[in-house]
T-cell receptor, first 118, second 109 residues
Framework: EPEVTQTPSHQVTQMGQEVILRCVPI?????FYWYRQILGQKVEFLVS????????KSEIFDDQFSVERPDGSNFTLKIRSTKLEDSAMYFCASKRGPHTLSYNSPLHFGNGTRLTVT | KNEVEQSPQNLTAQEGEFITINCSYSVGISALHWLQQHPGGGIVSLFM???GKKKHGRLIATINIQEKHSSLHITASHPRDSAVYICAVSPLGNEKLTFGTGTRLTIIP
C-alpha cells in the first residue's frame, strides 16, 4: 500500500539554525498538510497546501515557517530560525480530495520527524 | 472556537473487554476522523466519517451529527490495541483539522 514518507526521522539542530523537513506524499494525492505535536500535548494543525499554494494556515505558522512543493513529489516544511519551542514531532499528511461531505478521502500520515532544538 | 473533547483520557482494560471511547465537538463539521497513535509516535487513520456508522474488523465508529458526538468501539480487545486514540474534526468550510487530546488505551493480557 502506498505511504507517506518523511525524512529524517530525527533532526537535532541548534537554536537559530534553519531546518528543512521533507515529506513525499502519496503520488496521486492533491492535498498536503503539516501538523506538529509538542511532547505530551495534542496534535496541532500548521498548514494545508493545494494547487501549489497555501490554502489554510494556523496562528502557529508565522513568518518563520514556509512550505514548498519544489518538484511535484516532495513537500517540505522550512523553519527559518529555530527556537527551543519548535521542538516537537512534525507530521506530514496527504489526501486525495478535500474535506467535504460528498468526498470520502481519508488522510494518510507519515511517521513524523522528531525535531529537537538545543 | 472549535473544541474537541475526548473521554476518558486514560483507559485500562483486560484483554477481551469491549472498549468505548467518546468524542464531542462544538461546531459544525464536514468530517470526523479517528486516529491511532502508536508508542513510537506514528499516526494511522482508522476512520473518516460524516454520518452513521463504519466498521473495520473489530473496530466500529459511530457519529451523531445532531448531538455532535462520536464513539469508537473496540470489540474483543487485544494487547496490540494498546495505543493513543485521537479524535479530530474538519470544521465546515476549511481544512484546519482540530484534534482532541487523545485517549490512552492499555489492554492487559
Amino acid at each position: 500500500e502506498p505511504e507517506v514518507t518523511q525524512t529524517p526521522s530525527h533532526q537535532v539542530t541548534q537554536m537559530g539554525q534553519e531546518v528543512i523537513l521533507r515529506c513525499v506524499p502519496i503520488s496521486n494525492h492533491l492535498y498536503f498538510y503539516w501538523y506538529r505535536q509538542i511532547l505530551g500535548q495534542k496534535v496541532e494543525f500548521l498548514v494545508s497546501f493545494y494547487n501549489n499554494e497555501i490554502s489554510e494556515k494556523s496562528e502557529i505558522f508565522d513568518d518563520q515557517f514556509s512550505v514548498e512543493r519544489p518538484d511535484g513529489s516532495n513537500f517540505t516544511l522550512k523553519i527559518r530560525s529555530t527556537k527551543l519551542e519548535d521542538s516537537a514531532m512534525y507530521f506530514c499528511a496527504s489526501k486525495r480530495g478535500p474535506h467535504t461531505l460528498s468526498y470520502n478521502s481519508p488522510l494518510h500520515f507519515g511517521n513524523g520527524t522528531r525535531l529537537t532544538v538545543t | 472556537k472549535n473544541e474537541v473533547e475526548q473521554s476518558p483520557q486514560n483507559l485500562t482494560a483486560q484483554e477481551g473487554e469491549f472498549i468505548t471511547i467518546n468524542c464531542s465537538y462544538s461546531v459544525g463539521i464536514s468530517a470526523l476522523h479517528w486516529l491511532q497513535q502508536h508508542p513510537g509516535g506514528g499516526i494511522v487513520s482508522l476512520f473518516m466519517l460524516s454520518s452513521g456508522k463504519k466498521k473495520h474488523g473489530r473496530l466500529i465508529a459511530t457519529i451523531n451529527i445532531q448531538e455532535k458526538h462520536s464513539s469508537l468501539h473496540i470489540t474483543a480487545s487485544h494487547p496490540r490495541d494498546s495505543a493513543v486514540y485521537i479524535c479530530a474534526v474538519s470544521p465546515l468550510g476549511n481544512e484546519k483539522l482540530t484534534f482532541g487530546t487523545g485517549t490512552r488505551l492499555t489492554i492487559i493480557p
